[in-house]
């Protein structure tokens, strides 16, 4: 983890799906806690899915994240051991949803 000037970000490994978004969803490579990206799968009746952080943040981070592929509206909620995705619709096959979570030092 880092830090600076009273904010953490988390780099220490890859964060991992705990349920929801469609059949088959993936972490990109390269993500970790604090930004990444999640391939949603099959897509078509999944409206939310939950990814569970490599390590617990100090505190509930502050979460943006956004629908890529199609500028859908995607909103999160986030714990300090995982965040919550959610969108109003189904997701699209294969709708790629980025995240970018900054904590607060404890």
């Given at each position: 983890s880092g830090e600076t000037s009273g904010i953490r970000f988390q780099f220490?490994?890859?964060?991992?799906?705990?349920?929801g978004f469609g059949t088959?969803?993936?972490i990109s490579?390269?993500?970790?806690d604090?930004?990444?990206?999640?391939?949603?799968?099959?897509g078509?009746?999944?409206?939310?899915g939950v990814i569970t952080f490599a390590t617990a943040w100090a505190r509930a981070p502050f979460v943006?994240?956004?629908?890529?592929?199609?500028?859908a509206v995607v909103r999160a909620t986030a714990t300090t051991t995982a965040m919550t995705i959610t969108a109003p619709a189904a997701f699209t096959a294969s709708d790629k949803i980025?995240?970018?979570c900054?904590?607060?030092?404890?």
């Amino acid at each position: 983890s880092g830090e600076t000037s009273g904010i953490r970000f988390q780099f220490a490994a890859a964060p991992t799906i705990a349920s929801g978004f469609g059949t088959t969803p993936a972490i990109s490579t390269g993500s970790t806690d604090t930004a990444g990206e999640v391939n949603v799968g099959t897509g078509g009746t999944a409206t939310s899915g939950v990814i569970t952080f490599a390590t617990a943040w100090a505190r509930a981070p502050f979460v943006v994240v956004t629908n890529s592929t199609t500028g859908a509206v995607v909103r999160a909620t986030a714990t300090t051991t995982a965040m919550t995705i959610t969108a109003p619709a189904a997701f699209t096959a294969s709708d790629k949803i980025n995240w970018m979570c900054i904590g607060a030092n404890a």
